[in-house]
């Protein structure tokens, strides 16, 4: 299992941004799907980005137009752009790998962070 560390969480308050960070130390990232996924309190967790090996990038229609998700802004490191961020955007963010190309279905993600809280409140 290939080991993910999400960074980057924190406290905002609304309409702020905030960037989160998935790096790995052991493999590249590069030859694997990356997708960012939240659990917010009494729900179940869903998928809200992905980019897959190739460059193609994919949005939950809640966070379209408002999150951006690219690689190699650091060393090895995926990222998550979340800009005018909303009190139901507080969850616990987790990244996770697939292989080459992302999906809609978690049992295809293989290897997964231990997540980073992002709280949204005024």
């Known amino acids: 299992q290939l080991q993910l560390v999400e960074s980057g969480g924190g406290l905002v308050q609304p309409g702020e941004s905030l960037t989160l960070s998935c790096s790995a130390s052991?493999?590249?990232?590069?030859?694997?799907?990356i997708g960012w996924f939240r659990q917010a309190p009494g729900k179940e967790r869903e998928g809200i980005s992905c980019i897959d090996s190739n460059g193609g990038t994919y949005y939950v229609d809640s966070v379209k137009g408002r999150f951006s998700i690219s690689r190699g802004n650091a060393k090895n490191t995926v990222s998550l752009l979340m800009a005018s961020l909303k009190p139901e955007d507080t969850a616990v963010y987790y990244c996770?790998?697939?292989?080459?190309?992302?999906?809609?279905?978690?049992?295809?993600?293989?290897?997964w962070g231990q997540g980073t809280q992002v709280t949204v409140s005024s």
């Open positions: 052991e493999f590249s990232l590069d030859n694997y799907a």
């Open positions: 996770a790998a697939a292989n080459r190309h992302c999906s809609g279905s978690e049992p295809a993600y293989g290897s």
